[in-house]
C-alpha cells in the first residue's frame, strides 16, 4: 500500500492554460499527503507538455496516458485502476473545483462513507457561471434522484467526489462517454445500501 493516503484522479484534454494553476493551488490547499494522477488520451496533449516540476515530497505528480480509450469516462477508469491508496477523489483540471474541499472528502471516506459528494445544491453549496439549461438539467435530475428516489445527496450529477476503493473494487464501472461515471456510482451505492454523506462546495465555470 502507498505512502500516501488518498489518489487524486484528474481527468485531462488540452489543459495547458490551467493544469499548473490547479496544481499549485492544490497543493497550497491540500493537508493529506496524495498522489495526483494526471490522465490524458494521448501524447499529444498539450496538459502534459506545460506542466511545471513540482515537490514531490508531499504530493507525487504522475502523468498518465489512459489505454481504455479516449474521454472523461475512460480517463477516470483508467485513473482508478492505476491508484495506490484506499482512496480515490476525482476532481477536473479547469480549476472549477474548490481544493480545500478535498480534505473534507477524504475525511468522510476515512470515517467509513463509500462515497463523499462535494454537492452544488445543498444548502451552503453553490454554482457560479456555466450554460443554463446545463444547470437545470443536473439539478433537476439531483433533486428528482433525491426526492423520489430516496439517494442521499442534493448533487448526484457533479463529478468531484471521493470513493472508497473497496466499494470501488466491488462494483463493475459500465460507463464510457462523459461523466456520468459519478452518477453511475451513486446509484450502485444507493442501491447497496451504502452510506453517501455530502458537503457544501461552491463549482465556478471555467
Not at 473497496?166 to 447497496?192: P, Q
Request: with cysteine; aromatic share 8%; net charge neutral.
Amino acid at each position: 500500500m502507498s505512502d500516501f493516503k488518498a489518489s487524486i484522479i484528474v481527468p485531462a484534454r488540452n489543459e495547458s492554460t490551467y493544469i499548473n494553476v490547479f496544481l499549485e493551488r492544490l497543493i497550497e490547499n491540500l493537508k493529506s499527503p496524495a498522489e495526483i494522477l494526471i490522465v490524458v488520451d494521448n501524447k499529444e496533449d498539450s496538459t502534459f507538455s506545460t506542466l511545471k516540476n513540482f515537490d514531490n515530497s508531499k504530493i507525487k505528480v504522475i502523468k498518465l496516458i489512459s489505454n481504455y480509450g479516449p474521454g472523461p469516462a475512460n480517463a477516470i477508469r483508467y485513473g482508478i485502476d492505476s491508484a495506490s491508496t484506499g482512496i480515490v477523489v476525482i476532481t477536473m483540471a479547469d480549476g472549477s473545483d474548490d481544493p480545500r474541499d478535498i480534505d473534507d472528502l477524504i475525511l468522510l471516506i476515512e470515517r467509513g462513507c463509500s462515497i463523499a459528494v462535494a454537492s452544488r445544491y445543498m444548502p451552503g453549496g453553490q454554482q457560479i457561471g456555466g450554460a443554463k439549461f446545463k444547470k437545470t438539467l443536473a439539478k433537476n435530475a439531483s433533486r428528482f434522484l433525491r426526492l423520489l428516489a430516496g439517494v442521499d445527496t442534493h448533487d448526484a450529477t457533479n463529478s468531484f467526489k471521493a470513493y472508497s476503493m473497496k466499494f470501488l473494487s466491488e462494483v463493475k464501472i459500465e460507463s464510457r462517454n462523459g461523466f456520468e461515471v459519478g452518477l453511475e456510482l451513486v446509484a450502485k451505492a444507493h442501491r447497496n445500501k451504502l452510506l453517501i454523506a455530502e458537503i457544501p462546495t461552491i463549482w465556478i465555470d471555467r
